[in-house]
């Protein structure tokens, strides 16, 4: 019979699984608040990426993200102008890009 993986294993693989996912996240976010003026359809990209990293990034550890994440979600849905959206989504995009490179958070 084979030994369950313990719970830390499984956790630090899923870690780096969102990592991955988090840092495409801020690449697209970079992408998306360049075009944030062309598009009200961008926002709405924006805001369901910002709403996936706050909860994830709660639930691995990671406050800085989820809270920037729920800040610019917030900001977007209370009629942020198009300047501070794409400044929002720029720094979460930026600290999406630092994740993993400081080893454990």
Not at 17 to 24: G, Q
Not at 37 to 51: C, M, Q, S
Not at 68 to 74: F, T, V
Request: charged content about 20%.
């Amino acid at each position: 019979m084979t030994e369950p993986v313990p719970f830390e294993v499984r956790m630090a693989a899923l870690r780096a699984h969102f990592t991955t996912r988090a840092r495409r996240d801020g690449d697209e976010l970079k992408l998306l608040a360049e075009e944030i003026a062309a598009d009200d359809a961008v926002r709405a990209k924006i805001v369901h990426i910002a709403h996936g990293l706050a909860g994830a990034g709660a639930i691995f550890g990671m406050p800085q993200v989820s809270t920037q994440a729920a800040e610019l979600e917030e900001a977007i849905l209370g009629g942020a102008e198009t300047g501070e959206v794409a400044s929002q989504s720029l720094a979460l995009a930026s600290t999406l890009s630092r994740l993993g490179c400081q080893g454990s958070a």
